[in-house]
């Protein structure tokens, strides 16, 4: 089973950025323990602040990959473009979001992901991931 975590803009400053909305451990340290608790998949993680290198990357791990663990952060309330790709990929992809993006503003509501993905976990702090991640090891029994 091989899985990816791609997470988009400002995600690299988890545990510095507005740590009362997203917490304070940083993503790399929430990874490393992710990884030391799921051995048996192979998991990888990918982050950029670029659009164009979050498209990249869908397209390049969606055609082979068993499962993506999409967070495209601001980008899931503005980028048709990564829709698109998410659309277009065979990999079925899980949204995730750290936050209730529902409780917060309205801007936040409107996810160009969400049409198009497997499934959608958000709310659960950086446990989110980890639900997703789960999501895929069920589907496989
Ligand atoms: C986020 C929610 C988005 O609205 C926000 O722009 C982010 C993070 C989340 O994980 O809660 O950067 O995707």
Do not use: C, W
């Not at 990888?44 to 164009?52: A, C, L, R, T």
């Not at 601001?74 to 992809?93: M, R």
């Amino acid at each position: 089973m091989k899985l990816i975590i791609i997470n988009g803009p400002n995600l690299n400053l988890l545990g510095k950025r507005e740590t009362d909305v997203y917490g304070d451990q940083s993503f790399q340290d929430f990874f490393t323990k992710l990884q030391f608790k799921h051995k048996t998949i192979e998991l990888e993680q990918f982050q950029s602040n670029i659009e164009g290198e979050l498209i990249d990357k869908l397209q390049e791990v969606g055609y082979s990959y068993d499962g993506i663990i999409l967070n495209a952060a601001a980008y899931t309330h503005t980028s048709v473009g990564i829709g698109d790709a998410v659309k277009a990929i065979e990999t079925p992809v899980v949204e995730v979001h750290i936050s209730n993006t529902f409780s917060r503003e309205d801007f936040r509501h409107k996810s160009y992901i969400s049409p198009n993905a497997k499934g959608i976990v958000l709310g659960f702090g950086l446990q989110s991931y980890e639900l997703a991640l789960q999501s895929f090891l069920t589907n496989e029994q």
